[in-house]
Every structure is written in C-alpha cells, then in structure tokens.
C-alpha cells in the first residue's frame, strides 16, 4: 500500500525509530517498521513504542550500532537499540516453520510450547509466524509503503483481531496470546473474530508459564485506560482463574460479590487516574485482587482460634507465596501492598492519639484509599471511612505523609569525644 494510501509518515515515528532504520537502510540491510506500531497508526492510535524488523541479522545488527546495541534473549534472540531514553528493539526475519525447509527446528516443549526460535528467514515467512494478522504489516523505510502479507488491511477495516493460522496450535505454541488477544481487543475496540477466541479447555496452559513474564504481562492488562475492559474480557474467558487462581476461588464462592466489587473498583480508579495523568502504582491493583484470598485466610485462622493480628499477618504470607507460583510479584511491589493490608485493622483504632500516630505513616493513603474501596464494596462500615475523610480535614492533623519510605539518617563524623577534665584544681 502506497504512502498516499495509508497515510502513516516519518513524522509519526520517533527519532530513535528513525535513526535505527534509516542506519540499517544505510547499511545496505531492509528495515521495516512491524508491529503494534504501525498496527495503531493505521487505526488513529498513538504508538507506544516502535518495533523493528530487518533481514540483519542479530550480530550484524550490533556491528552497525556498536556500543549503542545489545543482544538479549534465549528464547527468541533479539536486539536492543538504545537513542537516549528510548530503546528500539530489533528482530531479524524469522522463518515459518510450515513453510521452512526441512524440520521444524524450533525447540518446544511436550504441550506444543515454543521454547526457543532462531530460524531466519524470509520478510513474508516473518509474517506469517507472527500471532494476529493486524501485527503483521510492515513500514518499509525504503519505500515507505505498507507491505500486508496475511490479509491484515483487510481486519484493519473491519476492525476485527484475528490469529493467523490453526488458533489451538498458536495458542499452545505461547498461551500468553490468550491474555494478548484480550487486552488487544479491549485496547483497540477491535472484536475477536470467533475462530480466535481463548478456548475454555486450553486457559489452564497458562499456569505453565514463566511466573516473571506473566507479571510483565499482567501489567500490561490491568495498567492501563482500557484496565476495566480488559478485567472484563479476562473474567468472561475464564483467564482471571489461572493467574490468580486464589481470587478465583473466592469470586467463585458466596462472598464473591463484594470481592468482585473492589476489584473492579481498583482497576476503575486506577485507569481513571491513568488516563487523568496521575500516578498510579502496581502494589494498589495487587492488593485489590489478593485480598479476598487474604481476608478470608484470616477469617478461617481466627475461627480456628488464632488472634487476629497474626491470623492477618499468616494469611498474607499464605496467600503472597502462592500467588508467586503463577504471577511473581516483585519486593518493590509486594512489601507496599503488605503494608496496605497490615494497616486496614488499625483504621478501626480511633480513641486518643492512635489516629494521629497512624496518618503520617508512608503508606497512610494508600492505605486509606483502599479502606474507601472496602466501604464502597459494603466489606466496611461507611461511616468509618467518612470519619476518616473528615479527621484529615482537621487543621490539628497531622498531614499524611509522601508515600516514600524515610530513609535513615547516617550518623555523621566518629566517635563523639568525652569531655576533658579540667586538671588545675
């Protein structure tokens, strides 16, 4: 498709996207602009990031821009780019491995997972290894037209997400595109085209992923304006079970409505502030989605006798160890989210100088944003959490604190010398 017909141009790509392609060019090697990128310029969307596809391969990729290139990757070896802030990633043209010569020389596991991929191949034969036909287009940098191989123009106008060949066998070669298929759809507008939609007796492929990826990927789902959409799609194809599978079993059980209600309150307000520009931070959504599993360990530790300061603190250790079996959850996340929950109990500590002592701890306000989710979903009393709005607005409070955790202050000089003792008398 002709530039005049598609209307993406120079201008719409960033600095870093164009210095690596027009160095490539340069260097004798096609380069084309692949992807999610030129996927959302051709619907009107923002890119946001820009992806790279070449018949370089990955060593001479570095040859060309030296110490500003890395190679990273086991699976599918890849190529980092670095301009200043922005990295661009280059891939080499991959080989379809049903149309390749000879076996197939990809290394999967006994599902049928594609655990490492590093056959070259042709600029079409790229194409059509790729997952969904609208990630197949290409920019070429040369000719700046839009090269469709898999009858991706066509799903563009129709706007319509479909997989390029056997759905089952895609979605058992990676069943990360399951979640892809959703927060792409939810993202975009786009409607799943039936024959790609997440099969009910394959979501469970899921749980045989990298526990590091899928936290990437649940980033990516929840993170985002389209966030209470994309929960939507995940609840409707059963996806939200194999990645926390303890909070599927809550929502699954009597008190899943409440439960059900502050998530999807979390994942609302945090997409609200997103797209408000405000700060946002991951610790709030996991905690939304763990604390169901927590709160009724809790309840079943201090039925079984346990006082509920620890029954609290046990509970969250249950759960949390847990859930990093499926979508691992880093410290920098998981201590806040901890301190979420261990402070909700004292919240309900109002006499004397208890909630002065409690207002400038760090997490106070996320804490307290949260104890708002819980009276909204009926978990707590409104009028605690009313009592708490009006305390801050009292002149005599202490004013919440930042959020970061105060470091602390290093002791400065040696040791403190002891006083002479005067000698004349």
Same mark, same amino acid.
């Given at each position: 498709?002709?530039?005049?017909?598609?209307?993406?141009?120079?201008?719409?790509?960033?600095?870093?996207?164009?210095?690596?392609?027009?160095?490539?060019?340069?260097?004798? !090697?096609?380069?084309?602009?692949?992807?999610?990128?030129?996927?959302?310029?051709?619907?009107?969307?923002?890119?946001?990031?820009?992806?790279?596809?070449?018949?370089?391969?990955?060593?001479?990729?570095?040859?060309?821009?030296?110490?500003?290139?890395?190679?990273?990757?086991?699976?599918?070896?890849?190529?980092?780019?670095?301009?200043?802030?922005?990295?661009?990633e280059v891939s080499t043209f991959r080989a379809d491995p049903g149309t390749a010569d000879g076996d197939d020389t990809r290394?999967?596991?006994?599902?049928?997972?594609?655990?490492?991929?590093?056959?070259?191949?042709?600029?079409?034969?790229?194409?059509?290894?790729?997952?969904?036909?609208?990630?197949?287009?290409?920019?070429?940098?040369?000719?700046?037209?839009?090269?469709?191989?898999?009858?991706?123009?066509?799903?563009?106008?129709?706007? =319509?997400?479909?997989?390029?060949?056997?759905?089952?066998?895609? !979605?058992?070669?990676?069943?990360?595109?399951?979640?892809?298929?959703?927060?792409?759809?939810?993202?975009?507008?786009?409607?799943?085209?039936?024959?790609?939609?997440?099969?009910?007796?394959?979501?469970?492929?899921?749980?045989?992923?990298?526990?590091? =990826?899928?936290?990437?990927? +649940?980033?990516?789902?929840?993170?985002?304006?389209?966030?209470?959409? +994309?929960?939507?799609?995940?609840?409707? !194809?059963?996806?939200?079970?194999?990645?926390?599978p303890q909070t599927g079993a809550v929502l699954a059980s009597p008190a899943g409505a409440s439960s059900e209600t502050l998530?999807?309150?979390?994942?609302?307000?945090?997409a609200a502030r997103i797209e408000a520009g405000k700060p946002v931070t991951p610790a709030f959504i996991f905690a939304a989605?763990?604390?169901?599993?927590?709160?009724?360990?809790?309840?079943?530790?201090?039925?079984?006798?346990?006082?509920?300061?620890?029954?609290?603190?046990?509970?969250?250790? !249950?759960?949390?160890?847990?859930?990093?079996?499926?979508?691992?959850?880093?410290?920098?996340?998981?201590?806040?989210?901890?301190?979420?929950?261990?402070?909700?109990? =004292?919240?309900?500590?109002?006499?004397? =100088?208890?909630?002065?002592?409690?207002?400038?701890?760090?997490?106070?306000?996320?804490?307290?944003?949260?104890?708002?989710?819980?009276?909204?979903?009926?978990?707590?009393?409104?009028?605690?959490?009313?009592?708490?709005?009006?305390?801050?607005?009292?002149?005599?409070?202490?004013?919440?604190?930042?959020?970061?955790?105060?470091?602390?202050?290093?002791?400065?000089?040696?040791?403190?010398?002891?006083?002479? +003792?005067?000698?004349?008398?």
């Amino acid at each position: 498709m002709e530039a005049s017909e598609h209307g993406i141009a120079r201008a719409d790509l960033s600095d870093a996207a164009l210095s690596v392609l027009d160095g490539l060019h340069e260097a004798g !090697y096609r380069a084309c602009l692949v992807g999610g990128a030129v996927r959302d310029l051709l619907l009107g969307v923002v890119p946001k990031d820009f992806d790279v596809a070449t018949d370089a391969e990955p060593e001479a990729v570095v040859d060309v821009f030296g110490r500003k290139a890395r190679l990273i990757g086991r699976r599918f070896q890849i190529c980092h780019v670095r301009f200043g802030r922005e990295i661009i990633e280059v891939s080499t043209f991959r080989a379809d491995p049903g149309t390749a010569d000879g076996d197939d020389t990809r290394e999967v596991d006994e599902a049928g997972r594609v655990l490492r991929d590093n056959v070259f191949g042709s600029i079409a034969e790229d194409a059509r290894r790729r997952d969904f036909a609208i990630n197949g287009l290409y920019w070429d940098v040369a000719d700046e037209c839009v090269h469709d191989y898999v009858g991706a123009m066509d799903d563009i106008a129709a706007h =319509r997400l479909r997989l390029i060949g056997d759905p089952r066998v895609r !979605y058992r070669e990676d069943p990360v595109r399951m979640i892809r298929a959703v927060r792409i759809a939810a993202k975009l507008g786009l409607t799943i085209d039936p024959p790609a939609e997440p099969p009910a007796d394959m979501v469970d492929l899921l749980a045989d992923v990298p526990a590091a =990826r899928l936290f990437d990927e +649940v980033l990516k789902l929840l993170m985002h304006p389209a966030g209470p959409a +994309v929960y939507a799609g995940l609840k409707h !194809y059963d996806l939200l079970r194999p990645l926390f599978p303890q909070t599927g079993a809550v929502l699954a059980s009597p008190a899943g409505a409440s439960s059900e209600t502050l998530i999807e309150k979390a994942i609302f307000n945090t997409a609200a502030r997103i797209e408000a520009g405000k700060p946002v931070t991951p610790a709030f959504i996991f905690a939304a989605l763990l604390w169901p599993a927590v709160r009724e360990r809790a309840a079943d530790l201090e039925r079984e006798g346990m006082p509920p300061a620890p029954a609290l603190a046990s509970a969250q250790s !249950y759960v949390v160890t847990r859930q990093a079996q499926r979508v691992a959850i880093p410290k920098r996340f998981s201590i806040p989210m901890r301190e979420i929950w261990q402070l909700q109990p =004292r919240f309900h500590k109002r006499r004397g =100088r208890q909630p002065n002592r409690l207002i400038p701890h760090p997490r106070f306000r996320a804490a307290y944003d949260f104890l708002l989710l819980r009276a909204e979903a009926g978990e707590v009393d409104q009028a605690l959490a009313d009592w708490w709005t009006v305390m801050q607005d009292d002149p005599s409070t202490p004013k919440p604190a930042s959020g970061a955790v105060p470091k602390k202050r290093k002791r400065r000089g040696g040791r403190r010398r002891k006083p002479q +003792v005067d000698q004349t008398s």
